[in-house]
Structures are given as C-alpha cells and as structure tokens.
C-alpha cells in the first residue's frame, strides 16, 4: 500500500505541475490582447499602449510565466485584468453556489441511481427493468441545457413554484431562499448524472450476480438478498466507485452550461466571462483550481478503490 | 399549495446541503421608504471606474447615483447644473466660471472642494485614463481654483458642447483609493456591496446634500442573457429591468396588469459600418446600393418585432440636430442593382462581414446575407468576439464591412474624424463639425450638424439599419423611474414602490 | 445473441437512419431555401410550415434538416479526429517501454482530468468558433479517452503467448500490429467510438449553445435551441423540434452501440 501511495502521490504531484504549465501556454495561445477589453470605442493609441504596459502583456511570455508560477506558490491567483479585483477571494467568494450545487447533485444522482440501477438488473425480468433502462438511455443523450430550459419553463414560467434562475443577494445567510434558488439547478445537474450512473450500477450488479461466488453462497443455502448483502455489494461497489470519482470531478466542472442556463454566480459563469474577455488571470485561477480539484478526486478515488477491494493492490504488484 | 412544495423542496435542499445560520426568511418588507429596489440588468460592470474601462454597466449603477457631476443630462436629454450652482461664460466663450454647490459632502465625510474637480478631471485626460470622453476635453488649457468653492476653466477654442462634456464627468474623491474597486463619491447613494457575477448593491446616503433617495436603496441584479432576465420579472425577482433586450417576452409583460412597459427614448444604433477607405466601399455608389437593397424594416420587425425605430442617419431623434433622413437611400431594389452596374459590379462581388458573435448581430448578418444575395451580393460571415473586434477592426481597420451597436448620442461628429474606424474622409463634413463645435449659438451649432448630416446620409457614409427600443419594464408597484436611459445611464433615486 | 440486444440494434439503428435519412433527403430536396425569410415572424407551426418558421421568418423544418447534417458531420469528423489520433497515441504507448508509457499514462490521465467540453472552450476560445474547430476541439479531447483504452488492450494482446511466438519467430512490429494487435482491439475500440460520437454531438450542441460552436447563419441544433429559448412560452416548437432530434440521433447512436457490443459477443 505505501508503495502505491508513494507513486500515486508523484502521480498526482506531477500531474498539477503539468496542468498548470499545459493551461498557462494554451492560454497564451489566445490571440486578442486583454488591454483591449478595457478601452472604449473612441481609444487612442497611447491610451491602448499605456493600458498593455499597465496589464504586463507587453513583457515576455517565459517572464510572465515565472512570474506567476511564483505568486502560484504563494497562493496568490493574481488580480483580475478587468475588474483589478483579486482572483483568489473572487474564486472563494464563488464556491459556496458551485460547491453545494455540485454535492447535493452528487448526492441526489447517487441516491437515485443505486437502488434503482441495482433493482433494474436484480429485477431485469419484471416489466420496470426495460423501463428503468429505457429511461435512462434517453437521458444521457439529452443535453444538460436543454433539461434546464425545460425545468424552468414548466416550473419557474407556468407553475411559478421556483425561482427561474438567479442566486439571491445575502447568499447563504438567506438560506430559504438560497436552497430554493438552487432546487432547479441541482435537479437538472443531477437527471443526466443519474441517467449515466444507473447504466454502471446496472451492469456492474449484472456482473456480481452472475459471479461464482453469488451463485455458490446461495447454494449453500444463503436466500438471494442475503447473498447479495452479504458478498455482493462489496464486489460491486468497486468499478461503481471509480465511476462515482470521475462523474463528481466531472460534475464540478460541467456545471459550467448549467450555471448559465440558470444564471448562477457559480464558477461556471465566471470562467465563461473569463473566456469571453480574455482576462488570464481568472481563466488561469479557475481552471487551476478546477483541475486540482479533479486530480484530487481521482487521486482520492483510486485509494478507496484499493482499501475496499485490497486485490487490486497485489494484481499491480504482480 | 404550490408554496408549499416549494418550501419542502427548499428545506429538503437546505438540509441536504449544510445547516447555515439563522434563518431570517423575512426578506419581503411592506412597501414605504425603507423600501430596497431590485433591479435587473444585462450590463454588469467591469470595474468600477469610468476612466478604466468600466463599460456600460458602471454607469448605470453609479452615474447619478453614487457620483455626481457638475451637470447632468436628465433623462429627458436636458443639461441641468448639478454641483454647479452657478455658471458663467466669458463673452469670448473662453472662459467658464463655475461656482460649487456650498456644504457637499463625499460619502467618506470629506468635504466637496473645487481641488476634487480638478483633479477628477485631470483623471480623465491622464496618460492612462481609458475614457472614450479623453479628446473631448483636449480642449482645456488651464483649470484654475482661486478659491474652494470656484473652478475656472480657460479653453484654447470655443466649445460650445463643454458644460454637454461636462456631464460625463465624475466628481471622485482621489485619495479615497483604488477607484476600480470601490467608491466615493456625492450622490445619493453610497455603495454597498458588490457580489460579482451576481449583484451589486447601493444604500441611501444620510448626509445628501440634496433632496434624499426615495427608496432605502437599489440592487442591481446581473444576468448573462436577455431570457434569464425576463424570466427574473416574471418570477418577481427584480422589480424592474433597465431595458429589455428582445420583444418575445413583452407580449406577456403588455397584456397584464401587474407590469408597466415604457417605451423610451433610445441613442442606440445599428451600424453596418463599411470601410469608407477600402474597396468597394470606397465607392459612395457601391455604399448607396448596399443601402438600398437592404430592407431596414423587415429587419427591425424580425428582430424587434413591432418596437424600435428606422433612421436615416446617425443622428437619434432625441438629438438636437435630428432630422428624419429615412428616405435617402431607402429601400429600392431595382435602384440598387443599376447603382452596382454603374460602379462597375454589374454581377455583384463578395466581402467578408465581421459580426460581432452576441445578439443581435450574428441575426443582422443572416438577414444581410439573404438580403444582399438578391442583388448579387455574396457575404461571407466571420463571427468574432468583442474583444477581436476591438483589435481587428477598431485598432487594425483589417476589414471591409463589420456590425455594430453604437450606444452614445450625439456621435455624429465621428463621421468629422478621418482616423476613426470606419475611415469617412470628406473634408467637408470636418469642416462642417470643427466649425459647429466652435459656433457661438446652439443654433448655430444645430444648422452645421445638420448639413453634415445630410451629407453622410446622402453618401451613405455607413448603413444605420435602426434604432434600438429602449424599453424599460417594471411592476406596477413602482413609479419615478427613468425610462430613457440616455447613454445607458439609469437614475434610481427618485423610485418609490407601494 | 440476446433478444434485448437485437432489440436495441433494430431500435438504434432505425433512429438513426431516419435521422440520416433526413440529412440524406435535404441534399436533394428542402422545403424552403435555407435564406428564405418569406414566412413571417415566428409563424406558428402548420399550413406551409410544418414546424413554423423562426424569428427572421425562415422556415423552422428547413433549419431541423440542415441542422442534422451539422450534427451528423460533428459525429463522423469527431470520431474520425479522436479515432486516429487516439489509436495511434494508444498504440505507442502500449509498444513503448516502461518509463515511456507511464509518462504517458499520466499525460493521458491530465487530458482526461479536463472534462471534454472545456478542454474543446479553450481551443475553440483561441482559434475561434467554427464548426471545423469545434469538431477538431472535440475530436482531440475524445482522442485522450480513445487512447486510454486502446494503450489497456493494446497491452492485454501483447501479453499473449502467440504475440510472443511471433516475436520468436523475428515477424516484424509493423506485421504484428496490422495482422494480430489492431484485428484483436478493433471490436472494442469501434464500439467504444460510437458511444463517443453521441457525447460529441453532445458537445457541439453545448458549445453552439454557449455561443462557442457553428457560428450562424448554419443552423446547428444547439444554436437553435439557443434563440428559441427568449420564445419558450410564445414559440415552444422552436425549443422542443431541436432538442428532440437531437435526442433522437444519440438515442440511437447509443441503442446501435450496446446491439453491436452484443454482436461481436463480449461480455
């Protein structure tokens, strides 16, 4: 085990390295120059001049790039290019809608998908087995904005049960209002994430249940959930877990339509306005600490793995 | 009922996800003066600046509001004396005494003295300000304060829109800090909060030297797109929105009760701005019969359905020197296919269009397209954000014909400057505005204008397709809000709510 | 074969060739010119328009039809980008030696810690919106995925006793690929690339949706789900008739893909 963690911790180590280098030179990539966002029309050249010398576009790009990855390691993001506020209190200011909106989608999908992915391959010969699947290939084909649109059409715009979009001004410290505002949002989040899980947990049971070792238990007398307790859910759990880690990172990061589908102050939107103005900073503090938190996840997710299913530990050994 | 299920979904999220502080749920008072307005906007500020580039958005939210100038423009397109109380003109026209309004103060407590109006204006002519206004005001050779309720301004020429120009300009407290991120200033508001992404709050100031706010104070709440804003007002998260981004939703907003639709005065235009120095649009010919195989009604009504206007010029209507000009190069087909003949395209010709990539422009750019094809014209559409359009076309000129909404009025005097974008040199159309800005009447100053008008209209200097609506929507609840929003400027504090 | 499979291959395929035949019927015939603007604002579905007609009065089918063939084009250059991109970087690195491969599997596990849809914002944020980049973006980011799997199988067909004996027998890398590695992996990959070409027409939907894909006057379905989203209540067929095929084509590319797993009889 410690080996592995050793060289799953280099792994995660290099990976951040990697993902900061990779982002700083994609972004530079951009043609445009920030300055340009700030001018009006009716800008001089000197104004123009004056406002690159003002944001450091006008230095080198390997000067621009040390002096960043220092202020990385500092823990400083940089102050936005537009707003001259600084990025990383922008970012911590953002995630107490992206992070709750992530979650308790997470957990919404999760609390779905299991028992009815389970009952669908459990119960495959009863009639909701091709409807529970049914279902769920319609919704991973459907695009998350789309389910938005609609959700907010029927219960915003006609029923008028729920707010349309929007986060309100006092954010959590009007908590009603702050979860009601994100009731849509998290449901949309969580349908398409749902459709997919339920297809994993489906056939990963589908697996288990043709296993030998299910059908030996229950020839030894053990009932069918017995058995399924007992030996099955371990055994199943452990594909559904790496699933779980990659589809939370996936989440976090693909709130981005869904945050502007709804209008959320989220991190989604301000890495669209980011893109949209070419203001690296935000973009670079996003998507660093977007990416991290991916890595993370995974990281976080191939350890559980192992301490539920050891095995896997001594197949890599081998 | 429907309450109900909602409150459960809401306390079943809330619980789902964190047991937060108290829960004051109190948040929909009676109405009254301590009522807070919540306003919906498109239009969130870059910074807080106007001189950094603070965009639309920051005027909205703080002209008028948390800063004042020495004059205002009214919403009904009137300058009135604001912190002036008091002006002279020399007879030369070359010497404006200005006396201050006695006993202002800045929100920080500091007190109004005409050392702050000097140095808010030297802001703006700094080496690094980014204010579209800095040329105007290349005019001022010396700003002098004999005393600290006096400012006298001596220019090098006649201005006779200098108190106009005037109106732009903040009165800031300089050594209040970074200017882009916070604020002080004189008006009636101070501000609150500012949640980006999201809202941005102002409070009523207690020490207003003037008639105080109506209103507790405002927020204004920000959306990405024209359809989550409406959908705020329907859901009666905003009260009012500054102005309405496309006509779909306003059948529902028309025909009930409980909302009023303003339609206003608008100064924003539709520009098919060609590069008047490049071919073909170097040819007035070639300009005339694009002008004229485009139907600027049938674009108005797809794109706004029975609301804005058609203009025949650069000139709004709300302007001094407007005249209705609609009628040169109007729509005429047949007309401009024997122009595009004369000029030498009997069989058309193909150009590239840069269309900026947000509404309405990439709708504009179909509809030229479809339009154009008619007289032989292939347009080829390149989508390009804001920020390339600003390198592309504003600093390079690298284009033939490009799309654009041109949001200020009294802007026809662009057409006076050969190096601006669009490259219109006619000597006598520079002429004619250098010496309007030196007239000594405003009548004067409209009869110049107007010639110069007629002389880009005529030549077709640029295709104006149409002039935006501004219509602002609000609950029927309130009243005392601006609905003209002149230069994108929205006074909020003469609203009340009952 | 089981009966759910078949069922799912009839189901899937027939989705999609309605969905290409429609594309296919809109080279040769269409009901409006794409640029008609005749019909009228918003025209309510009916009479000459079957499905309406948009806010400039173009006919709405006419739209869904050439929409179809932005969304099938995404499909099949998507998967033709990510395909060979991903097979041959899969393969080199299955081939390469330890130190090699395990840089590569990390590079490939950074790629594929940006979700699809952002690593194709940031392209197409720097080389700006066009279908052609879209479908580049969105190729390259499937390509990390693709990769990932062949470099797996790749490494499983190695393992095997008769890969050996052919190295012992001196048959040359390129002979051992083309006759026993790529026939091996290719019932997998393949399947795996249809799964791949639904969440690409995904992806184009979503970023014409966020203003970063086909740029107008093309009428990609996203982009049409876009405009009709301010007439939702007002105009619903412009909202719904998009989505709806949309779904219908990863439907059915989806159902086509689980039959085919089937058909060549692994799990």
């Known amino acids: ?63 621009q790039f040390l002096t960043w990855l220092g202020d990385v390691f500092t823990l400083d993001l940089g102050s936005s290019l537009i707003s001259h506020l600084p990025v990383g209190p922008e970012i911590a200011a953002r995630l107490p809608v992206t992070i709750p909106l992530t979650l308790a989608a997470f957990i919404l999908a999760v609390l779905v998908a299991v028992p009815v992915g389970a009952l669908a391959a459990i119960r495959a010969d009863r009639w909701y087995g091709p409807v529970i699947n049914a279902i769920a290939q319609l919704g991973i084909a459907v695009p998350a904005f789309w389910v938005g649109l609609l959700l907010i059409t029927t219960f915003a715009l006609r029923l008028g049960w729920l707010p349309a979009g929007g986060f309100p001004p006092d954010g959590w410290d009007d908590p009603a209002a702050a979860a009601e505002a994100l009731v849509l949002p998290v449901v949309t989040v969580a349908l398409v994430m749902a459709a997919s899980l339920i297809r994993y947990v489906r056939s990963s049971t589908l697996d288990v249940l043709n296993a030998d070792y299910l059908r030996t238990a229950r020839s030894l007398g053990a009932s069918r959930s017995q058995a399924m307790w007992r030996h099955g859910l371990r055994n199943a759990a452990v594909p559904v877990i790496a699933v779980l880690a990659m589809e939370l990172a996936t989440t976090f990061l693909g709130a981005v339509v869904v945050e502007s589908v709804f209008a959320l102050p989220g991190l989604g939107g301000m890495l669209v306005k980011g893109i949209s103005q070419h203001d690296y900073p935000v973009i670079q503090g996003v998507m660093l600490v977007s990416t991290a938190t991916v890595l993370v996840v995974g990281f976080l997710g191939d350890l559980c793995q192992r301490l539920v299913d050891p095995r896997l530990l001594h197949r890599e050994a081998s | 009922m429907k309450r109900l299920i909602a ?107 005409s050392a702050d109006v000097k140095e808010s204006i030297e802001r703006v002519t700094a080496a690094n300000s980014k204010s579209a206004r800095k040329s105007y005001f290349e005019v001022i050779k010396e700003i002098a304060t004999p005393d600290d309720s006096t400012v006298v301004f001596t220019l090098k020429s006649r201005s006779i829109s200098f108190v106009y120009n005037l109106s732009y300009i903040w009165v800031v407290n300089t050594a209040a800090g970074d200017l ?132 025949g010029s650069m000139v709004p209507p709300s302007d001094p020197w407007y005249e209705d000009l609609t009628a040169v190069n109007a729509y005429n087909i047949e007309n401009a296919k024997a122009l595009l003949a004369g000029a030498g395209f009997p069989n058309g010709f193909t150009f590239t269009l840069d269309t900026p990539s947000y509404d309405p422009h990439p709708t504009a750019a179909t509809f030229i397209k479809s339009e154009l094809a008619k007289v032989g014209i292939t347009v080829n559409i390149n989508t390009i954000t804001a920020d390339e359009w600003y390198t592309k076309v504003y600093q390079k000129r690298d284009f033939t014909a490009t799309l654009q909404e041109h949001v200020n009025d009294r802007d026809v005097v662009w057409y006076g400057n050969p190096d601006f974008y669009w490259g219109y040199d006619n000597p006598k159309v520079t002429d004619l505005v250098n010496s309007a800005e030196r007239a000594k009447t405003a009548d004067e100053q409209t009869t110049l204008l107007k010639q110069a008008n007629a002389i880009i209209a005529d030549e077709a200097a640029s295709d104006w397709l149409y002039l935006y609506p501004q219509i602002v929507v609000a609950s029927s609840k309130l009243s005392g809000y601006p609905v003209n929003g002149l230069n994108a400027q929205f006074f909020a504090y003469g609203i009340t709510k009952n | 074969m089981s009966r759910r499979r078949a069922l799912h291959l009839t189901a899937g395929l027939a989705l999609v060739v309605i969905v290409a035949g429609g594309v296919l019927l809109s080279y040769a015939w269409l009901p409006f010119a794409p640029d008609d603007t005749s019909g009228g604002r918003l025209a309510p579905p009916g009479g000459d328009h079957l499905l309406g007609t948009d806010k400039l009065g173009r006919d709405l089918f006419t739209q869904l039809l050439i929409g179809g063939r932005i969304a099938i084009g995404t499909a099949l250059g998507a998967v033709a980008v990510g395909g060979v991109v991903g097979v041959t970087a899969g393969l080199l690195a299955g081939f390469a ?113 966020l203003g970063l894909g086909t740029p107008p006057p093309n009428a990609s379905w996203g982009r049409m789900l876009y405009e009709a989203q301010a007439t939702v209540l007002t105009a619903p067929a412009g909202a719904l008739a998009p989505g709806i095929a949309l779904v219908a084509l990863v439907v059915g590319v989806n159902l086509t893909a689980d039959g085919l797993r089937s058909e060549k009889g692994s799990r």
């Not at chain 1, 001049?49 to 450091?56: D, M, Q, T, Y």
């Open chain 1, 1 to 63: 085990m410690t080996r592995y963690l050793l060289r799953r911790t280099a792994i995660l180590l290099g990976s951040l390295f990697l993902a900061a280098v990779a982002l700083f030179v994609l972004l530079r990539l951009l043609p445009g120059d920030p300055a340009n966002a700030l001018l009006p029309v009716g800008a001089t050249p000197e104004q123009i001049e004056a406002a690159r010398r003002e944001l450091g576009t006008d230095a080198s790009l390997p000067a």
């Open chain 2, 7 to 113: 409150s459960l979904a809401a306390l079943a999220l809330a619980g789902t996800l964190a047991a937060c502080g108290g829960g004051d749920d109190d948040s929909t008072t009676g109405g009254g003066p301590a009522e807070t307005i919540q306003i919906g906007s498109v239009y969130e500020p870059q910074n807080l600046d106007n001189t950094a580039g603070g965009g639309q958005g920051v005027t909205e939210a703080l002209n008028g509001n948390v800063y004042e100038g020495l004059f205002k423009l009214t919403d009904a397109g009137e300058v009135e004396p604001l912190l002036a109380k008091d002006d002279k003109v020399s007879d030369d026209g070359l010497t404006y005494t200005i006396t201050l309004q006695p006993d202002v103060k800045f929100h920080s407590g500091k007190a109004l003295t």
């Open chain 2, 180 to 311: 882009t991120t916070t604020a002080d200033g004189t008006g009636p508001y101070r501000l609150g909060e500012w949640k980006r992404g999201s809202t941005l709050s102002l409070t009523r100031f207690d020490g207003y030297w003037g008639t105080p706010a109506t209103n507790a104070g405002v927020v204004f709440h920000y959306f990405t797109d024209a359809t989550a804003l409406n959908n705020a007002l329907l859901t009666n998260a905003v009260d009012v929105v500054t102005g309405e981004q496309s006509p779909d939703a306003l059948a529902q907003f028309a025909g009930n009760d409980a909302y009023q639709v303003n339609n206003g005065q608008s100064t924003t235009k539709l520009l098919l701005a060609f590069n008047d120095k490049a071919a073909p649009f170097d040819k007035v010919a070639v300009r005339q019969a694009v002008s004229q195989a485009i139907d600027d009604k049938k674009l108005l009504t797809s794109i706004w359905g029975e609301y804005g206007t058609l203009i």
């Open chain 3, 97 to 209: 030696t330890r130190w090699l491969d395990d840089a590569a599997a990390v590079m490939l596990d950074i790629l594929i810690a940006f979700p699809t849809l952002l690593l194709a914002m940031l392209i197409v944020a720097g080389t700006g919106a066009s279908l052609g980049t879209a479908v580049v973006a969105i190729g390259l980011a499937m390509a990390a995925v693709v990769a990932r799997l062949t470099r797996v199988l790749v490494k499983q067909v190695l393992a095997r006793d008769y890969i050996t004996a052919a190295r012992v027998a001196g048959i040359s890398w390129p002979r051992i690929v083309l006759d026993h590695v790529l026939p091996n992996i290719a019932p997998t990959v393949l399947v795996n690339l249809a799964l791949q070409a639904g969440l690409a027409v995904l992806a184009e939907a979503s970023l014409s949706y």
